[in-house]
């Protein structure tokens, strides 16, 4: 069954947790019991439900203290992600555990306890947790090798429809496609060319499949379905357009060098012109999913919502906000990006704290868009996150002096700074999502 904006997981898994509670891992179990928290990472989470005791013994190098059975590679690659975006170099144990949760497939699961054990047919080696493992390996380099062969992996999954689904086999979905190509764009593919041995359908095709064009309702153009009901219908969710749309622009999770850049404006699709039955261009969809996104949030003070199941009413999404974000910034769409900061800025303090996936989607969000990650609402994201891992083996001079964090929270006057100096395009190599990064439904 497909929801709509806001609603947790489209599409329950039998026995395991959602796709979009695994997306949202490290931050629902950090703070479920506060405030709702669907992060940059899937955790099986309900209200009320109890979190997950952390194993008598955290493996060496991981980040966060919560039980990684859910989250440990998706946190782990963010938070190498991010401190490789700010210029920290990662202790080496850190990127070892990671390289070492690889699969002899080339796959990853989502956490092996033991990873000198032998993967076999049961082992949860799964198209997100691979795809985001290849963003940060091939962003940190040395491990080509590993890169090629996840990259292959994921290859010999792609779906007829030339689309992926969350595990092997899965039906195609906006939020895994979207997070693939983010990684095939990390490892340097083109994504043009990646197709199925038994199809034509390129990975871009697939995922306009899952984008909604002039025939849908006016304030719904533009927004990405995670996948189409049983009629084929497409119903609008903002995860699902937060990944579809970094995608789009030929983003992944790691922004590469800010660089000034024109602003663009996040356009609804023109449906009303003599030539609106023509296919739009590429610009022209991801500005249609960038003011999808900045209408959703407008909304809703900036921000955007989840319902959480057992509950009635929607609270804030501080994660897939924050993937937002990346993805308004990626295309360029600062004006649309500069509203939803703001708010992280104000009120994700405690859905961060302690949580590396968060901290390291909020640092990512902050750079993109040209603020500090180091005075972030008066927090310094940068030193939390390094706070949750290993000690990193260095870091840039000129950004490891003494940065400060308040216990105050609100905004930053960095912002006005980070706005009028010009605008900054992120440029560099391929997703997630957030997204699907989150990035991230399931």
Same mark, same amino acid.
């Given at each position: ?39 940059? !990472? ?12 952390? +194993?008598?013994?955290? /493996? ?6 919560? *039980?990684?059975?859910? *989250? ?8 190498? =992600? ?5 210029? $920290?170099?990662?202790? /080496? &144990? ?30 949860? @080696? ?7 493992? @290849? ?34 086999? *899965? ?8 997070? @693939?190509?983010?990684?095939?764009? #990390? ?68 922004? %590469?060098?800010? =660089? ?6 996040? &356009? ?21 999913? #960038? ?15 989840? $319902? ?18 990346? !993805? ?34 909020? =640092? ?5 868009? %040209? ?18 891992? /290993?000690?990193?083996? #260095?870091?840039? +001079? ?8 308040? &216990? ?26 957030? =997204? ?7």
């Amino acid at each position: 069954m497909l929801h709509h904006p806001g609603e947790i997981s489209p599409r329950p898994r039998p026995g395991g947790p959602s796709r979009h509670s695994r997306l949202r891992r490290a931050a629902a179990l950090t703070a479920v019991s506060a405030t709702l928290c669907v992060t940059a !990472a899937p955790a099986a989470f309900a209200a009320g439900s109890p979190k997950p005791a952390a +194993p008598a013994k955290l /493996p060496a190098g991981l980040y966060g203290t919560k *039980d990684p059975k859910f *989250d440990g590679v998706w946190r782990q690659s963010v938070a190498l =992600i991010a401190q490789d975006t700010v210029k $920290v170099t990662p202790a /080496p &144990e850190a990127v070892d555990w990671l390289a070492g949760q690889q699969c002899a497939s080339g796959g990853f699961a989502e956490f092996r306890a033991d990873a000198d054990k032998v993967c076999d047919k049961k082992t949860p @080696v799964d198209s997100n947790a691979t795809g985001l493992a @290849v963003q940060a390996l091939a962003a940190l380099g040395g491990h080509g090798d590993a890169v090629k062969k996840a990259v292959n992996w994921l290859k010999s999954l792609q779906n007829k429809d030339g689309g992926w689904g969350y595990y092997p086999g *899965d039906p195609s979905d906006a939020n895994s496609t979207s997070l @693939v190509i983010g990684a095939l764009i #990390a490892a340097g593919e083109n994504t043009q060319d990646v197709k199925p041995r038994k199809g034509k359908t390129s990975a871009y095709e697939a995922l306009d499949g899952f984008r909604l064009g002039c025939d849908a309702e006016k304030g719904e153009r533009g927004a990405f379905a995670y996948q189409p009901d049983k009629k084929g219908k497409l119903a609008p969710n903002a995860d699902a357009t937060a990944a579809g749309a970094l995608a789009l622009v030929g983003r992944g999770l790691h922004p %590469g060098r800010p =660089i000034k850049s024109a602003a663009q404006d996040a &356009e609804p699709l023109d449906c009303g012109s003599a030539d609106a039955k023509d296919e739009p261009d590429t610009e022209a969809k991801a500005a249609a999913s #960038a003011a999808y996104l900045a209408a959703t949030m407008k909304k809703t003070d900036g921000h955007l919502t989840a $319902v959480a199941p057992g509950a009635d009413k929607p609270a804030p999404d501080y994660a897939n906000t924050a993937d937002a974000v990346i !993805a308004l910034a990626a295309g360029g769409y600062l004006d649309a990006a500069r509203s939803p900061l703001t708010w992280l800025e104000q009120h994700a303090r405690t859905w961060s704290k302690g949580n590396p996936a968060g901290l390291g989607s909020l =640092i990512i969000a902050a750079h993109a868009t %040209g603020a500090d990650p180091r005075d972030f609402g008066g927090q310094d994201l940068v030193r939390q996150l390094n706070a949750t891992g /290993p000690k990193p083996a #260095a870091q840039a +001079p000129e950004e490891g002096g003494d940065a400060h964090d308040t &216990e105050q929270e609100g905004g930053s006057d960095g912002m006005s700074t980070a706005w009028t100096v010009g605008a900054f395009l992120v440029a560099g190599i391929g997703i997630g999502f957030l =997204i699907s990064g989150r990035k991230k439904k399931a």
